[in-house]
């Protein structure tokens, strides 16, 4: 996957028994649900690509036009002077990483880049591409869930500051409870001096919202049906994804697209290695992702609120993203 920061890094290492502990989970709840994480199989994680280049899909491309023009400004902040090493969650194949690591480059040299991710593969690749395409970058990736915060990263003896970065707006798929939570979790994992970039995806129009989830070509469509292709592999189940149409919907008083699939037709589901059968009616759905936008404000105040003091937000010209500098005291 290009775009970092997945939400599939909610879910550990995604082993077997974490999957039917959710499936069987979400689809006894009412209404049912299933867990975002569980997009990101192969086949997923294509699509998802495929999403980030599409039209109506302005997030990724605002958030690079972001970090296209003002990478330079944003590490020189971070850094205060002193020497960073850049720390990225759910990296991926860090895609849009590289202007900041070529802003960094540009500062101090050279830098150490250490990107976390759960999928090795993705690492090892972005390891090789990044290596080879921007000198003077040393990438020490780490195969780990960050979810729970950066105890997995050894302490830094070098001195210098690490500047984690948590781009792509994922932070929006994590109910604000959690964003909360998890902010706080790497706050606790840094020393002062240290600092957070986050991109987050801000309220806007809701026809500008809905199309980006509900795109003409039908990616999304397909990258939502998708986990119940995911379930018939992994779990023996016999959907028929034709069955279930894609939802995407503004919950305003929320502040959150969700995505849904309904089923079309009452229908039974089975679910052989769960020994489960699932009762659908007609137009009965399955919640299968919430996509939280931020008001103007809120990214920094949930920064300060982790313990991060915020000393940058830069916002693209219609006000549609942003990505926001906390330091650590
Ligand atoms: C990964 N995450 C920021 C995406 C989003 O926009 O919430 C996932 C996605 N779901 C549908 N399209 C993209």
């Not at 959710?22 to 690509?49: C, H, I, N, T």
């Not at 509900?214 to 779990?235: C, H, Q, S, W, Y």
């Not at 919907?249 to 079309?264: F, K, P, Q, Y």
């Amino acid at each position: 996957m290009t775009d970092s920061a997945i939400a599939l890094s909610t879910a550990p290492t995604q082993p077997e028994e974490a999957v039917s502990t959710a499936v069987r989970e979400g689809l006894a709840a009412q209404p049912k649900r299933l867990p975002p994480w569980l997009f990101y199989d192969e086949a997923g994680s294509r699509l998802f690509e495929q999403i980030t280049e599409l039209p109506e899909y302005y997030l990724t491309r605002t958030e690079r036009g972001l970090l296209t023009a003002h990478a330079g400004e944003m590490m020189a902040r971070a850094s205060g002077g002193q020497r960073l090493r850049l720390v990225e969650l759910g990296a991926g194949s860090a895609d849009k990483t590289r202007l900041l690591l070529a802003a960094a480059v540009k500062l101090q040299g050279s830098v150490l880049y250490e990107p976390l991710d759960v999928s090795s593969s993705a690492l090892a690749e972005a390891k090789a591409r990044i290596e080879r395409e921007i000198p003077g970058v040393r990438v020490a990736p780490r195969v780990m869930d960050y979810a729970q915060g950066l105890d997995g990263l050894e302490p830094d003896a070098s001195g210098e500051r690490r500047l984690v970065l948590y781009i792509g707006s994922s932070i929006g798929n994590f109910e604000p409870h959690q964003a909360e939570q998890l902010l706080q979790r790497l706050h606790a994992g840094l020393e002062p001096g240290d600092g957070l970039l986050l991109g987050v995806d801000l309220t806007k129009n809701e026809a500008t919202l809905l199309a980006a989830y509900n795109d003409a070509a039908g990616v999304t469509a397909a990258f939502n049906r998708n986990v119940l292709i995911r379930l018939n592999r992994e779990l023996d189940a016999n959907f028929d994804p034709e069955a279930f149409a894609h939802r995407a919907v503004w919950n305003g008083a929320e502040s959150r697209i969700e995505m849904h699939l309904e089923s079309r037709v009452a229908q039974r589901v089975r679910l052989a290695a769960l020994d489960l059968e699932v009762d659908f009616a007609a137009g009965e759905t399955i919640h299968t992702e919430n996509s939280y936008k931020y008001a103007p404000g809120a990214p920094q105040a949930m920064l300060a609120e982790a313990g991060f003091t915020p000393v940058g937000t830069w916002t693209d010209a219609r006000g549609w993203f942003a990505v926001c500098l906390g330091k650590a005291e």
